[in-house]
T-cell receptor, first 114, second 110 residues
Framework: DAMVIQNPRYQVTQFGKPVTLSCSQT?????MYWYQQKSSQAPKLLFH???????NEADTPDNFQSRRPNTSFCFLDIRSPGLGDTAMYLC?????????????FGQGTRLTVV | AQRVTQPEKLLSVFKGAPVELKCNYS??????LFWYVQYSRQRLQLLLR??SRESIKGFTADLNKGETSFHLKKPFAQEEDSAMYYC????????????FGQGTRLTINP
């Protein structure tokens, strides 16, 4: 049973056209993360929420925004996608932050910007 | 800054042979180390973590603070071990976020 669900699995968007990726969880976890993974590279953390507390990584472009309207859902908004934003976007959750915290990942959304 | 290095992008061994996937890290604080695995067409999932000191699917990993390494080992590889393996580090006293290595694609040949 999928516990972290990402929609859509595949998304093609035009250069400059805003796009929103969705993540939902049935685990009731406090923490939700968004990672970007480009081809043959490590997943790179963009930002995370601890409950409603938003934590942005210093090098995350301003083009990337996130919303968490409730515990179950988290959205990644890309305001003006560029060709370089083509990547796999991974959502993950963990029950808490700190020692032993396991991250549970969704299947990912493969975004292609054309 | 936290950094995780997996020097091998690809590793291929024969079934029944020992496997070692290398992971080195750099971090000045108290890190927690993990191995995550992604099987074909499946999501990324936790394989093991150093604080548990457990063996999962025959894999073990020992944290060596002197060498700043957390290599993943299995004495006898099986075909179902073929997957992408990521070493990851979490700062348990700071931001507590996961930082991943680039991953090693392990292929077990019959």
């Amino acid at each position: 049973d999928a516990m972290v669900i990402q929609n859509p699995r595949y998304q093609v968007t035009q250069f400059g056209k805003p796009v929103t990726l969705s993540c939902s969880q049935t685990l009731n976890h406090n923490v939700m993360y968004w990672y970007q993974q480009k081809s043959s590279q490590a997943p790179k953390l963009l930002f995370h929420y601890y409950d409603k507390d938003f934590n942005n990584e210093a090098d995350t472009p301003d083009n990337f925004q996130s919303r968490r309207p409730n515990t179950s859902f988290c959205f990644l908004d890309i305001r003006s996608p560029g060709l370089g934003d083509t990547a796999m976007y991974l959502c993950a959750t963990s029950r808490y932050r700190g020692e032993g915290a396991e991250a549970f990942f969704g299947q990912g959304t493969r975004l292609t910007v054309v | 800054a936290q950094r995780v290095t997996q020097p091998e992008k690809l590793l291929s061994v024969f079934k029944g042979a020992p496997v070692e996937l290398k992971c080195n890290y750099s971090y000045s604080g108290s890190p927690e180390l993990f191995w995550y695995v992604q099987y074909s067409r499946q999501r990324l999932q936790l394989l093991l973590r150093h604080i548990s000191r457990e063996s999962i699917k025959g894999f073990t990993a020992d944290l060596n603070k002197g060498e700043t390494s957390f290599h993943l080992k299995k004495p006898f590889a099986q075909e179902e071990d073929s997957a992408m393996y990521y070493c990851a580090l979490s700062d348990i006293q700071g931001a507590q976020k996961l930082v991943f290595g680039q991953g090693t694609r392990l292929t077990i040949n019959p």
